[in-house]
């Protein structure tokens, strides 16, 4: 009998690579810039190259592969994309904390200061505090009910995955963002539109002269 891999449908072996290929990429596996060569990937997933080239033409479709003289590359943002990323940031993030202040239910931020509690105790953990950085920001948008603004901000989520490592990783920020993400709930409790969307401007400010700091390092 041959491998699971030799039976199953092309376009199921292409679902799982460009899944294995972008989880990859929003862990930083795959970091922006870094060079691929495609055989080198099938030989990563344990598939044939027919399947891969699908998930790769995907992810180029995509804006997360770029071809720079024909060789494959992760694409990377640079300082004027990165600002653009985070003003649009400011505005969405601030619209569903406003929006979580005015529809959140008792439940849903009794949730939220739940992960705010979380937060606080895996500090010392950067790299899981980073992945319930996603979970914390994932209940603030479902808090805001809004349906076209949780379409729009998980579109936004896609292109941040081309920014690299979280900016959580290094400690001083991490304290800082659950000093802010502090600041965001009580807004919320407080059912203050105004102050909700203040905080979670300040926030992503906070992250942007971050982001771009270390941005200038790397170049």
Not at 24 to 50: F, K, N, Y
Not at 89 to 118: C, K, P, W
Not at 137 to 142: R, T, V
């Amino acid at each position: 009998m041959g491998d699971f891999a030799d039976v199953q449908p092309a376009g199921s072996l292409a679902a799982q690579a460009y899944a294995s290929l972008r989880g990859a990429i929003e862990a930083g596996e795959l970091r922006p810039g870094m060079r691929l060569r495609e055989e080198d990937l099938a030989v990563r997933m344990q598939m044939s190259r027919t399947p891969l080239r699908e998930a790769v033409r995907r992810l180029e479709a995509e804006g997360f592969f770029a071809r720079e003289s024909r060789t494959l590359v992760v694409a990377s943002l640079d300082h004027q994309a990165v600002s653009e990323l985070y003003a649009m940031r400011e505005v969405l993030e601030g619209t569903a904390a406003a929006f979580a202040a005015r529809h959140a239910s008792d439940s849903e931020i009794v949730a939220l200061r739940d992960l705010l509690a979380i937060e606080a105790d895996l500090l010392a953990r950067p790299q899981e505090l980073a992945r319930h950085n996603e979970r914390f920001h994932s209940a603030l948008y479902g808090a805001a009910h809004n349906r076209y603004l949780l379409k729009t901000l998980n579109a936004l989520r896609d292109a941040r995955a081309l920014l690299g490592p979280s900016t959580l990783l290094d400690p001083v920020r991490a304290a800082q963002a659950h000093a802010e993400h502090e600041a965001l709930v009580s807004a919320i409790e407080a059912h203050s539109p105004a102050a909700a969307d203040e905080a979670a401007r300040l926030h992503i400010r906070s992250a942007r002269r971050e982001r771009l700091r270390r941005l200038v390092q790397t170049n």
